[in-house]
Every structure is written in C-alpha cells, then in structure tokens.
C-alpha cells in the first residue's frame, strides 16, 4: 500500500511541531504590542467595519489609480490610502478623521507601495 500524500500543512507540522508555531504566534504578538499605542490604535481602525465600508465605496466611485492616472496610465485600483498618514490626522483631529474621505486615495499596488516607502524614509 503506497504512503499517503501529505498536505503542506501537515508536512510543516511534522517539521516544525505546533509548539513552533505557537511560538511564532506569540513572539509576533509581543513585537505589535511593543510597537506602541499609535500601531494598536491603527490596526483597530483597519479592522472596522466602517473602514471596509469607505474603502469599497471609494474604489466603487473612483475604480483606478490616482497616481497612475495623473500620469495618463489607465491601472485599477486595489488600496485605499491615506493622502496624509493616518497616524498624523489622527494625531491632529482625533481617530474620527481617519473616516475622513477626502483624506482617502485610491492607488494601485505598486504606487501604494512606492508612497509607504517613501514615508518610512521620511519618518
């Protein structure tokens, strides 16, 4: 009778043991943690309803990329970003500004990731 085939999860378990993972897990969830209020605060804003909400109503009224069309490329949009950094109107104008929609961009993929870049340098 031949081996059974395992799945990749199972060949990492195997691997690694779930003790590896939940390791990983809790490492992970110390790093977030020590980050700092503001990364918290964030990740909780990102997690609400209400932002899916704005994000699928922007993309919906303005489907592609405002970078790449101020260019004249023609590439839809996937992210909904902050024109300016969320944690600096939050700062300001309290977490009821990262709602703001005329603070909301639609960008592609690869704009999107060009703008966080070049904001962590910044930072």
């Known amino acids: 009778m031949p081996a059974p085939i395992e799945s ?5 378990k ?4 779930i003790s590896a993972r939940a390791t990983y897990d809790r490492a992970y969830d ?3 943690k020590a980050a ?6 964030l990740e909780k804003l990102r997690h609400l309803r209400r932002w899916y909400h704005l ?12 970078e790449c069309a101020a260019v004249g490329v023609v590439r839809p949009a996937v992210q ?14 309290g977490s009821e ?10 960008l592609c993929g690869s704009c999107h990731g060009v703008k966080n870049a070049r904001e962590r340098a910044e930072a």
């Open 8 to 12: 990749a999860n199972q060949r990492w």
């Open 14 to 17: 195997a691997l690694h043991g």
């Open 30 to 32: 110390r790093m977030r």
């Open 36 to 41: 700092g209020s503001d990364t918290a605060l």
């Open 55 to 66: 994000r699928r109503v922007l993309l919906a009224r303005e489907p592609l990329c405002r």
């Open 80 to 93: 909904a970003d902050h024109v300016r950094r969320a944690i600096d109107v939050i700062r300001e104008r």
């Open 97 to 106: 500004a990262f709602f703001d929609i005329d603070n909301v961009q639609p």
